[in-house]
């Protein structure tokens, strides 16, 4: 039906910068909130940020002024410009998308594998 792929993940040193993307496909009417969240061995996976299908974004409060989420809906895309990266940032990252199909009350809720994400010190 759906899928999600996140890219974009890898490497960094701490106070650099690092872009994820999540693209989507299959067959579905809209898409409308997209968010990325993250998530360690042993811990609960948590916000990191949420847009709306018209564009209105939420952040976890921590983050704000560090990760900007966007997304180009031609391309059913999100992405995830991460800046002054620490190593408290290491985490697998994973996107998950809100989606509309043909009909009423006809939605569901789809995530990506993950992508890895490593900020050395």
């Known amino acids: 039906q759906v899928q999600l792929v996140e890219s974009g993940g890898g490497l960094v040193q701490a106070g650099g910068s690092l872009r994820l993307s999540c693209a989507a496909s299959g067959s579905f009417s809209r898409i409308n909130a997209m968010g990325w969240y993250r998530q360690a061995p042993g811990n609960k996976r948590e916000l990191v940020a949420t847009?709306?299908?018209?564009?209105?974004?939420n952040y976890a409060d921590s983050l704000k002024g560090r990760f900007t989420i966007s997304r180009d809906n031609a391309k059913n895309t999100v992405y995830l410009q991460m800046n002054s990266l620490k190593p408290e940032d290491t985490d697998v990252y994973y996107c998950?998308?809100?989606?509309?199909?043909?009909?009423?009350?006809?939605?569901?809720?789809?995530w990506g594998q993950g992508t890895q994400v490593t900020v050395s010190s």
């Open positions: 998950n998308a809100d989606v509309s199909f043909w009909g009423p009350r006809a939605t569901a809720t789809y």
């Open positions: 847009i709306g299908g018209v564009g209105s974004t």
